[in-house]
């Protein structure tokens, strides 16, 4: 199983401010992905997290509010920018091999103010 | 379009046998997932499902009929730390998972 570290763990920004996430596996991995978990929520998936090209966004969610990048096979950053209070949402990233199950980070917990 | 539905949320005893349903409509299929979360902290894996039928792991069990697009998750023997929200997803293609509203399960004493 892969070892996901994310962080920050949790952060307090104020509106109008961008705050970048941070994920590091211990291992290489083929696919990694973000999502957004809201309040009472289920997980939503914001973006599939490409090596060395663009990332592929779902429906709903635009590279202009969440910039991503992933350089290597390892690690990967969201951005997410021009916060507002409707951010405030706990960012988890996750990775996967092909056939097997997705391994999640520990998440970070946002509060826009 | 996809659509996973599970029930909002159960309550079940201490002791006890409960099963989650969950039933999908999603434009591909390459497997099922089960996860358990509780309050605070990271989904963590319970089980994966790719053929119809069950699979056993401890207290957990999981189903999947792929012809009707519907799972469940058997918990046996409940305890009172599985209080908890269960995620089902499905894998339509590729890696990424679609989830489920969950269900939050409390256990009772």
């Known amino acids: 199983s892969a070892v996901i570290s994310q962080k920050p763990s949790r952060d307090i920004c104020q509106r109008g401010t961008s705050l970048t996430i941070q994920c590091q596996v211990d291992?290489?991995?083929?696919?990694m992905f973000w999502y957004r978990q809201q309040p009472g929520q289920s997980l939503t998936l914001i973006a599939t997290a490409n090596q060395g090209s663009e990332a592929t966004y779902e429906s709903g969610f635009v590279i202009d509010k969440f910039p991503i990048s992933r350089p290597n096979l390892t690690f990967s950053t969201l951005t997410v920018s021009n916060m507002s209070p409707e951010d405030s949402s706990i960012y988890l990233c996750s990775v996967a091999s092909q056939g097997s199950e997705a391994f999640f980070g520990q998440g970070t917990r946002l509060t826009v103010v | 379009g996809q659509n996973i539905d599970q029930p909002t949320e159960m309550t079940a005893t201490e002791g006890a046998i409960v099963q989650i349903n969950c039933t999908y409509q999603t434009s591909g299929f390459n497997g099922l997932f089960w996860y358990q979360q509780h309050a605070g902290e990271a989904p963590t894996f319970l089980s994966y499902n790719v053929l119809d039928g069950l699979e056993e792991k401890g207290r957990f069990s999981s189903f999947l009929s792929r012809s009707k697009g519907y799972s469940y998750l058997l918990l046996k023997e409940l305890q009172m730390k599985d209080s908890a929200s269960y995620l089902c997803a499905v894998r339509p293609q590729g890696g990424k998972l679609i989830f489920g509203q969950g269900t939050e399960l409390s256990v009772k004493p």
């Open positions: 291992s290489q991995v083929t696919m």
